[in-house]
């Protein structure tokens, strides 16, 4: 019997130290959720961006390109594009890129569909050149478009 005694302390220090080393590993594997999770976001949140940023830059390309005409609206922060009698016009408000189709010669930036959410837009035009450059949170990418 008295060496039942001591085996009874034995199992209690031996089932705490379980829960113990359970709880250790629980924890140790929060914290590396928790890590994995900050910097998931942390990429996720540059990608979009950087993606945002150069997917307006080639849609507006695309359209300036694709267009028979041109006009820089909006003190530079839109544009006009003239294509067999429509017109697209795209322009920064409100942190987005907005589009609208009109068929008149209306040239006003408002209305429209929210097409990117960017930060800023600017468009200028040098020695035949269309300079487009949006930025994204920090990040900001151009493009030049030559001649019309």
Avoid: P, Q
């Amino acid at each position: 019997m008295d060496g039942r005694r001591g085996a009874g302390k034995s199992d209690i220090v031996g089932t705490i130290g379980s829960m113990l080393l359970f709880l250790v590993f629980t924890v140790c594997m929060l914290v590396i959720i928790a890590a994995a999770a900050s910097t998931y976001a942390g990429i996720s949140s540059g990608f979009d961006r950087s993606f945002t940023g150069s997917a307006s830059l080639r849609y507006l390309s695309n359209k300036i390109r694709g267009a028979e005409s041109y006009e820089i609206i909006e003190d530079g922060t839109g544009i006009a594009a003239v294509n067999g009698g429509i017109t697209c016009v795209m322009y920064y408000s409100d942190g987005g890129l907005y589009e609208k189709n009109v068929s008149s010669e209306e040239r006003t930036a408002a209305g429209g569909d929210k097409i990117f959410d960017i930060d800023g837009l600017k468009i200028t035009e040098n020695n035949g050149l269309c300079e487009i450059s949006v930025s994204c949170g920090e990040d900001s990418s151009s493009v030049f478009i030559g001649g019309r």
